[in-house]
């Protein structure tokens, strides 16, 4: 069974960082390409980020673009999502996301419980 487990979410201010943490477990982390998605009350999931099985390609949406920066270690399973200049429009429940549709699709098969980030103006 594939677990996806998020850390590192919490209440910033505007202008600072935070860096989001996603474990996994249960499946050949290193084959697959993972994401980094956000939802708020009322509006549909949307994609934030997607790095490809090596670490070699990233993808970004364009309200990150230049903010946000994703990275893996696939020796230690994981996956990050570093985020700088905080915005309050980055305020979400983000969402870890891994599998093979990921990339081109940015559709997951995978998904963890989610991470609360607040950014306060």
């Known amino acids: 069974q594939v677990q996806l487990v998020e850390s590192g979410g919490g209440l910033v201010q505007a202008g600072g960082s935070l860096r989001l943490s996603c474990a996994v477990s249960g499946h050949t982390f290193s084959t697959y390409p993972m994401g980094w998605f956000r939802q708020t009350p009322g509006k549909e999931r949307e994609f934030v980020s997607a790095?490809?099985?090596?670490?070699?390609?990233?993808y970004y949406a364009d309200s990150v673009k230049g903010r946000f920066t994703i990275s893996r270690d696939n020796a230690k399973n994981a996956v990050y999502l570093q985020m700088n200049s905080l915005k309050p429009e980055d305020t979400a429940v983000y969402y870890c996301a891994g599998g093979p549709r990921i990339i081109p699709d940015r559709k997951g098969d995978y998904w963890g419980q989610g991470a609360q980030v607040t950014v306060s103006s």
């Open positions: 790095i490809n099985w090596s670490g070699t390609y990233t």
